[in-house]
């Protein structure tokens, strides 16, 4: 599986859009863009993902460039709850292996 | 709401002792997962199964660890003998088990382990 870059932490003001970044300049056709998270002492959940097209669903909205090798997780209204660990984790289809990296330490402060 | 349990949430024990966790999958996923996550290695999946099948524990210690799936609504995973370098987090996550296509997996809020 393509291997991913985050910075390893950001952060955001309440109420506004958070971007987080990921790089993955060597993902191949058939792997896909997972994002999950981890809220403090709680295991990780599941935001969204994506192939080629753009993404959203009630958690956040996913932004893949045309070349696939970068990608935005947004979240369009970050509360104080949205206060987490962000991983960017690229994966085959048909494959079921999630490799975490370091991810993205996101802290919204009011 | 459907989610994934594991008990205990919390074990102390000594080092030597055997350690016993046990995950009830989201009812129809046939897909287990075992993650372990401590400060220093982040979270690194020990094993997983389909269908009760185990299909991949090369990231499992072999000599002391052991997972098992008795049957569709239990996964099992346990050390034997503990050593204090087992310490750390371990969760399950459970996946609708689509052959052939890559799948969200369900964390549950794993057991925190101690050995001392």
């Known amino acids: 599986d393509a291997k991913t870059t985050q910075p390893p932490s950001m952060d955001c003001a309440e109420g506004r859009a958070a971007n987080l970044p990921c790089n993955h300049s060597t993902i191949s056709g058939n792997e896909y863009v997972y994002w999950y998270r981890q809220i403090h002492s709680q295991g990780p959940q599941y935001i969204i993902h994506g192939l080629k097209n753009n993404e959203t669903n009630e958690m956040a909205s996913l932004i893949i460039t045309e070349d696939r090798k970068s990608s935005t997780l947004i979240l369009p209204h970050a509360t104080l709850r949205d206060t987490a660990v962000y991983y960017c984790?690229?994966?085959?289809?048909?494959?079921?292996?999630?490799?975490f990296g370091g991810g993205t330490r996101v802290l919204v402060k009011p | 709401d459907a989610r994934v349990t594991q008990t205990p949430r919390h074990k102390v024990t000594e080092m030597g002792q055997e350690v016993t966790m046990r995950c009830q999958p989201i009812l129809g996923h046939n897909t287990v997962f075992w993650y372990r996550q401590t400060m220093m290695q982040g979270l690194e999946l020990l094993a997983y199964f389909r269908n009760r099948a185990p299909l991949d524990d090369s990231g499992m210690p072999k000599d002391r660890f052991s997972a098992e799936m008795p049957d569709a609504t239990l996964a099992t995973l346990k050390i034997q003998p503990s050593e204090p370098r087992d310490s750390a987090v371990y969760f399950c996550?459970?996946?609708?088990?689509?052959?052939?296509?890559?799948?969200?997996?369900?964390f549950g809020p794993g057991t925190r382990l101690l050995v001392l």
């Open positions: 984790i690229v994966i085959k289809a048909a494959g079921n292996k999630l490799t």
């Open positions: 996550a459970s996946g609708p088990g689509l052959a052939g296509v890559t799948e969200t997996q369900y």
